[in-house]
């Protein structure tokens, strides 16, 4: 096992200021939350089988459909919260480890023993490659790659009054963290009546984490614009958040310096972003608009390219 992870370039934490402060207005709401994530994948079955058995997600009841285009798609998610929407492009090639796009789906969980389990689920199955665990400081994580190298994170928040900032900048580490002892810690004793899957403590889309081609292009697109707020600013990397997570989306640079935009390829097919109201969404299309972005509103979303040409949804409750 490895130990590989979103900071693992750089041992120490490089702190650098935004230059400019930005109003309320242009500013993405505090109550944000990144929805669903959807993958295009060349065996859906396969797929299917891999995020049910090895993480524990559920097939959400009459999920499985042929969408507009005719594609199968199938929603995997944890109790009735939609995590994962998978959907089915065999003709697709598989995108180069160099290219812009996924680096991994993160997903959080409300607890050191559901993260636990999941990691152990995960490291068991027979197609999940283990590719390392670290403690971040604001949160403990296990990373793995799905049969079709899609990068996926399972991590556990540490309290936010436990977190250290610095000039509006959280500090965040890699530090090692035994995969062996965690889990001999924080593992439950078997119990012969389990709670089914539909019933167990929930999980959600904690972050995105993405490949792009250049840091201060996907600042100008994801900060300047879209509206999230740096929390953590490194050449080679960007978190940024909303309402003072830590991050809820992040970018680097590590495998994919100087990429191009997309192929049509397998991979990452969508990152989908609710804001509280609808008037929050229109404030967003209204930022597109003053910096002549195209983009996509049918009135129920926003759909916008980002310079590499991973889609980006918002959306509003309800």
Same mark, same amino acid.
């Given at each position: ?5 979103? *900071? ?14 930005? *109003?309320?207005? #242009? ?15 060349? #065996? ?22 042929? /969408? =507009? ?17 998978? !959907? ?52 403990? =994580? ?24 610095? #000039? ?5 580490? *890699? ?8 889990? $001999? /810690? ?12 539909? !019933? ?10 993405? $490949? ?16 999230? !707020? ?19 989306? =992040? ?44 983009? $996509? ?19 509003? !409750?309800?």
């Amino acid at each position: 096992m490895t130990d590989q992870t979103e *900071t693992r370039r750089r041992p120490t934490i490089d702190v650098s200021r935004d230059e400019h402060r930005r *109003t309320a207005g #242009d500013l993405l709401p505090d109550d944000l939350r990144i929805d669903v994530v959807t993958l295009a994948v060349g #065996d859906l079955e396969a797929m299917v089988a891999y995020y049910r058995d090895a993480l524990g997600l559920t097939e959400l009841t009459d999920s499985r459909h042929h /969408a =507009a285009d005719g594609v199968r798609t199938a929603v995997l998610g944890r109790g009735t919260t939609p995590l994962i929407v998978l !959907e089915h492009r065999p003709g697709l090639p598989r995108a180069s480890r160099q290219s812009a796009g996924l680096f991994h789906t993160a997903i959080l969980f409300e607890t050191q023993a559901e993260l636990a389990a999941t990691v152990l689920s995960a490291a068991r199955h027979p197609h999940s490659e283990f590719v390392g665990s670290s403690d971040h400081l604001v949160s403990e =994580a296990f990373y793995f790659t799905d049969p079709e190298g899609n990068g996926i994170e399972l991590y556990w928040d540490r309290p936010r009054e436990d977190w250290s900032w610095s #000039d509006g900048q959280v500090a965040m580490d *890699t530090i090692h963290l035994d995969p062996n002892r965690y889990l $001999q /810690a924080h593992l439950a004793p078997a119990d012969p009546e389990a709670r089914p899957a539909t !019933e167990r403590p929930g999980a959600e889309v904690g972050h995105v984490h993405l $490949q792009v081609g250049d840091i201060g292009t996907a600042k100008q697109f994801y900060v300047d614009t879209l509206g999230f !707020e740096q929390t953590l600013m490194m050449p080679s990397a960007l978190f940024i958040s909303a309402g003072g997570y830590h991050h809820h989306m =992040a970018m680097n640079v590590w495998n994919s310096r100087g990429a191009g935009p997309r192929a049509a390829s397998l991979g990452l097919g969508d990152v989908r972003i609710t804001l509280p109201a609808r008037t929050d969404v229109e404030a967003v299309a209204e930022r597109l608009r003053d910096r002549r972005i195209d983009f $996509q509103d049918d009135g129920a979303a926003v759909r916008v390219l980002d310079p590499w040409r991973t889609p980006v949804t918002l959306t509003s !409750e309800g």
